[in-house]
């Protein structure tokens, strides 16, 4: 099947278009992108046309759009999900739904082949989103902590997993103390790849576009404007 | 037909309005309560509301005009001022649904949806005309030559009107939103049993922290007997934000030469700022009430007047708080 895939859980906006014959056409930026200010609103559409473009693919042929769902940056999971739903309910297609840190594991198996992958999304607040992957099995399903909680739950586990993502970036210096091995910091695996969200998409089932909320983890911060 | 999206705030909306000023449909999802408890908008439940909304607010409104996607030929949406995560949502979604389609888009500002938002409809005003738009969010005086644009003559400098609505509700122990409580409490009390002041800062601009804080101090005095002197506070605070908005307008009136006036916001539902802008010497639009609060009505009645942007040129389009 075709299909249109995108995430904008962290920093950087990416899109790709997995087509049936198996050609991936993906628009992934590079790391150094997750350290700059979010702007998913002005790149991700744009990134959307060029995968399509590249893929020679009109949105007749799509069967089917992925979305990494975080967990992540919320305003950037809202843009992703409100982008994918539109353009699913536009071209009557389904939409699935994928997590981006099960995403991450898949870039970090590509480097590491065997073992554990430790997709770590930074949440702010001095706290990382993570997960355990043990291939493609979710060993620990997503959780908020901070570093120092899930250094000490690695520990307690008897864990050693490769860590990429840009929450593996910002606490390099504690994690690798822990003896938790970092991705170096140019490694495409610290980006969330479009193209293991149209992978991981392809075994997801198909649900109605308005289905399709963020994973967000937290509550929100109930501050009223001022 | 235009299909209009507007998420600046705590209401999700959409709507389909022929280019002819027709409104086919007018859907406006409202969170206002859900914020009630907070005593304002908080940011990020408006913004996972509006996600939450968004699709079927939008199914809703093609349904209600008897349209399909089919149908549309232009997408309008609000691009700011506003909440950033919350125009996002609606940006990123009109955006996307314009795009899959190779639809044209229209940004469009919010204040300016406000201010020809009696444009549309069976008796639309017609330009030049001279508008007062005050609301929760916005108070300001603006005049319009032309309704592809318009010009701020003069604009509250601290709260705004239905705000000073709102935290004069609360002073008072009434409910949320604060102005349709007053204004029926209101009813019923002596609207000069209190001075409270007008203050007057700039030509056309207006201030209502001031009043809000003399209620304040009237209701402390007062002690045990604020409660059974509550219609009269109540009478006598509304005068006062009603007198500076009449004031301004008739002002702005005279000094602009307008021979029409239109006015929006939530707070052109108040039925006393509607009595006192009859009294102004030029004839008076007020809109439906549904026109009047937040809605995409008024987002696609805008987008009427402005230049689409041609598929691909909106992809990059963002969202901002603040308008230039
Ligand atoms: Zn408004």
């Given at each position: 099947?075709?299909?249109?895939?995108?995430?904008?859980?962290?920093?950087?906006?990416?899109?790709?278009?997995?087509?049936?014959?198996?050609?991936?056409?993906?628009?992934?930026?590079?790391?150094?992108?997750?350290?700059?200010p979010?702007?998913?609103?002005?790149?991700?559409?744009?990134?959307?046309?060029?995968?399509?473009?590249?893929?020679?693919?009109?949105?007749?042929?799509?069967?089917a759009?992925?979305?990494?769902?975080g967990?992540?940056?919320?305003?950037?999971?809202?843009?992703?999900?409100?982008?994918?739903?539109?353009?699913?309910?536009?071209?009557?297609?389904?939409?699935?739904?994928?997590?981006?840190?099960?995403?991450?594991?898949?870039?970090?198996?590509?480097?590491?082949?065997?073992?554990?992958?430790?997709?770590?999304?930074?949440?702010?607040?001095?706290?990382?989103?993570?997960?355990?992957?043990?291939?493609?099995?979710?060993?620990?399903?997503?959780?908020?902590?901070?570093?120092?909680?899930?250094?000490?739950r690695?520990?307690?586990?008897?864990?050693?997993?490769?860590?990429?993502?840009?929450?593996?970036?910002?606490?390099?210096?504690?994690?690798?103390?822990?003896?938790?091995?970092?991705?170096?910091?140019?490694?495409?695996?610290?980006?969330?790849?479009?193209?293991?969200?149209?992978?991981?998409?392809?075994?997801?089932?198909?649900?109605?576009?308005?289905?399709?909320l963020?994973?967000?983890?937290?509550?929100?911060?109930?501050?009223?404007?001022? | 037909?235009?299909?209009?999206?507007?998420t600046?705030?705590?209401?999700?909306?959409?709507?389909?309005?022929g280019?002819?000023?027709?409104?086919?449909?007018?859907?406006?999802?409202?969170?206002g309560?859900?914020?009630?408890r907070?005593?304002?908008?908080?940011?990020?439940?408006?913004?996972?509301?509006?996600?939450?909304?968004?699709?079927?607010?939008?199914?809703?409104?093609?349904?209600?005009?008897?349209?399909?996607l089919d149908?549309?030929?232009?997408?309008?949406v609000?691009?700011?001022?506003?909440?950033?995560?919350?125009?996002?949502?609606?940006?990123s979604f009109?955006?996307?649904?314009?795009?899959?389609?190779?639809?044209?888009?229209?940004?469009?500002?919010?204040?300016?949806?406000?201010?020809?938002?009696s444009?549309?409809?069976?008796?639309?005003?017609?330009?030049p005309?001279?508008?007062?738009?005050?609301?929760?969010?916005?108070?300001?005086?603006?005049?319009?030559?032309?309704?592809?644009?318009?010009?701020?003559?003069?604009?509250?400098?601290?709260?705004?009107?239905?705000?000073?609505?709102?935290?004069?509700?609360?002073?008072?122990?009434?409910?949320?939103?604060?102005?349709?409580?007053?204004?029926?409490?209101?009813?019923?009390?002596?609207?000069?049993?209190?001075s409270?002041?007008?203050?007057?800062?700039?030509?056309?601009?207006?201030?209502?922290?001031?009043?809000?804080?003399?209620?304040?101090?009237?209701?402390?005095?007062?002690?045990?007997?604020?409660?059974?002197?509550?219609?009269?506070?109540?009478?006598?605070?509304?005068?006062?934000?009603?007198?500076?908005?009449?004031?301004?307008?008739?002002?702005a009136?005279?000094?602009?030469?307008?021979?029409?006036?239109?006015?929006?916001?939530?707070v052109?539902?108040?039925?006393?700022?509607?009595?006192?802008?009859?009294?102004?010497?030029?004839p008076?639009?007020?809109?439906?009430?549904?026109?009047?609060?937040?809605?995409?009505?008024?987002?696609?009645?805008?987008?009427?007047?402005?230049?689409?942007?041609?598929?691909?040129?909106?992809?990059?389009?963002?969202?901002a708080?603040?308008?230039p």
């Amino acid at each position: 099947m075709t299909l249109l895939g995108l995430d904008t859980s962290t920093a950087a906006s990416s899109a790709c278009v997995l087509r049936a014959d198996g050609e991936a056409f993906d628009v992934t930026p590079p790391p150094d992108r997750l350290a700059g200010p979010p702007r998913h609103a002005s790149e991700l559409m744009p990134a959307v046309a060029s995968a399509m473009e590249l893929a020679e693919v009109r949105w007749v042929d799509l069967e089917a759009i992925a979305v990494g769902v975080g967990p992540g940056t919320f305003t950037g999971l809202r843009i992703g999900i409100a982008t994918a739903r539109a353009l699913a309910t536009a071209n009557e297609l389904p939409l699935r739904r994928v997590s981006s840190l099960a995403a991450l594991a898949a870039g970090i198996r590509e480097n590491a082949s065997a073992g554990l992958a430790l997709p770590l999304i930074d949440a702010r607040r001095g706290e990382v989103f993570a997960a355990l992957y043990d291939g493609p099995e979710a060993v620990w399903p997503p959780f908020a902590a901070q570093p120092e909680a899930l250094v000490t739950r690695l520990r307690e586990g008897g864990f050693k997993p490769l860590a990429a993502g840009d929450g593996s970036l910002r606490f390099r210096g504690m994690l690798q103390e822990a003896g938790i091995p970092v991705e170096p910091d140019g490694s495409e695996a610290h980006v969330v790849s479009a193209l293991h969200v149209c992978r991981l998409g392809l075994g997801m089932p198909d649900e109605p576009p308005g289905a399709v909320l963020p994973e967000y983890l937290r509550e929100p911060d109930a501050k009223p404007q001022q | 037909m235009i299909l209009g999206i507007e998420t600046s705030c705590d209401d999700t909306c959409a709507a389909v309005v022929g280019e002819d000023g027709r409104i086919h449909s007018n859907v406006i999802a409202s969170q206002g309560l859900l914020h009630a408890r907070y005593g304002g908008v908080v940011p990020e439940i408006a913004s996972r509301h509006h996600l939450e909304l968004v699709d079927a607010v939008t199914a809703d409104a093609l349904e209600r005009a008897g349209a399909r996607l089919d149908d549309v030929d232009t997408v309008a949406v609000t691009h700011g001022p506003g909440l950033i995560g919350a125009l996002l949502v609606g940006l990123s979604f009109a955006k996307a649904l314009a795009a899959a389609r190779g639809l044209p888009l229209v940004p469009v500002d919010h204040l300016h949806g406000h201010v020809v938002a009696s444009t549309l409809g069976e008796d639309p005003v017609v330009a030049p005309y001279l508008c007062l738009v005050a609301s929760g969010g916005h108070t300001f005086l603006a005049r319009v030559d032309e309704p592809f644009e318009y010009q701020v003559l003069g604009q509250t400098l601290d709260d705004a009107a239905g705000e000073a609505f709102d935290k004069g509700a609360r002073l008072l122990g009434l409910g949320y939103p604060g102005g349709p409580e007053i204004d029926r409490l209101a009813r019923e009390g002596d609207p000069e049993a209190f001075s409270f002041p007008r203050s007057a800062p700039g030509e056309l601009d207006f201030s209502f922290s001031g009043l809000k804080t003399a209620l304040l101090y009237a209701i402390r005095e007062l002690g045990e007997e604020a409660h059974s002197r509550a219609a009269d506070l109540a009478a006598s605070y509304q005068r006062a934000i009603v007198d500076a908005l009449a004031a301004r307008t008739r002002a702005a009136i005279e000094r602009e030469g307008a021979v029409r006036l239109a006015i929006g916001g939530g707070v052109a539902a108040n039925s006393e700022l509607r009595a006192a802008v009859a009294e102004l010497g030029v004839p008076v639009w007020v809109p439906p009430v549904e026109l009047c609060t937040d809605n995409a009505a008024m987002i696609a009645g805008a987008a009427r007047f402005l230049k689409p942007l041609r598929y691909p040129d909106y992809l990059d389009l963002d969202a901002a708080a603040r308008l230039p």
